[in-house]
């Protein structure tokens, strides 16, 4: 069966450090990549998708980026964190891009 | 722009009370709609609509689709405290296989009273 990890959990960065989070999955290959970042009670915002290796998205211009260095990695950084970088950061997976996207448990990330 | 949009943004009901969540679409190139209730951290999916018409069931949620309307709708009766969570409405558009995204919508935010 398929699982999907996303870490850490819980992130308390300072302003102007950087970030990296990962998301990977297992038993299943090739699959479409999400990351999304949602707002206290409100919406998932999509931020990057991918269909392959390399291959990576953008749908808001941020101070984010992605990368998927191998097939069933998802990484999200940051070279330098904003205030308003802080909320909560879903990673998700899809077969093929069809059908119901399967969800990592998230990271809030808090930017003081 | 591909838009979804849900409404209300939030709800407080009673126990035994029946809701309805609206959500509303305008993207190019349709290909299925999502349900997805969240209520801690993952969220978890509920019922995918990609015809107009029928209505997908499972237990007190049900759910119908208007392609030529674009919105659609989740129904919950008898609610109950279990039932609070954000509700989460996607779309998915593309042009086929995996180019296809998956947009999400604003989200409502159910609270039921006991």
């Known amino acids: 069966s398929q699982t999907i990890h996303q870490w850490p959990a819980t992130l308390v960065q300072p302003v102007g450090s950087p970030l990296s989070l990962e998301c990977t999955v297992e038993?299943?290959?090739?699959?479409?990549l999400y990351w999304y970042r949602q707002a206290a009670g409100r919406g998932l915002q999509l931020l990057f998708y991918?269909?392959?290796?390399?291959?990576i998205s953008s749908e808001v211009p941020q101070n984010l980026s992605a990368s998927r260095p191998q097939d069933r990695q998802f990484i999200l950084s940051s070279k330098k964190l904003l205030l308003s970088d802080s909320g909560f950061y879903l990673c998700?997976?899809?077969?093929f891009g069809m059908g119901e996207a399967f969800f990592g448990q998230g990271t809030r990330l808090t930017v003081v | 722009e591909d838009k979804v949009v849900q409404s209300p943004l939030s709800l407080v009901v009673h126990e035994g009370d029946t809701v309805t969540l609206n959500c509303s679409y305008e993207?190019?190139?349709?290909?299925?709609l999502l349900w997805y209730k969240q209520e801690k951290k993952a969220p978890t999916f509920l019922f995918m609509l990609?015809?107009?018409?029928i209505e997908k069931k499972s237990g007190r949620l049900s759910s119908i689709l208007d392609k030529k309307e674009l919105f659609s709708i989740l129904n919950i009766t008898a609610t109950q405290t279990g039932d609070s969570a954000i509700y989460l409405c996607?779309?998915?558009?593309?042009?086929?296989?995996?180019?296809?995204?998956?947009?999400f919508g604003t989200g409502t935010l159910l609270a039921v009273q006991p």
């Open positions: 038993g299943t290959s090739n699959p479409n």
């Open positions: 993207v190019t190139n349709f290909r299925s």
């Open positions: 998700a997976w899809r077969d």
């Open positions: 996607a779309v998915e558009a593309g042009y086929g296989g995996a180019t296809n995204k998956l947009i």
């Open positions: 991918s269909v392959g290796i390399g291959q």
């Open positions: 990609t015809s107009s018409g």
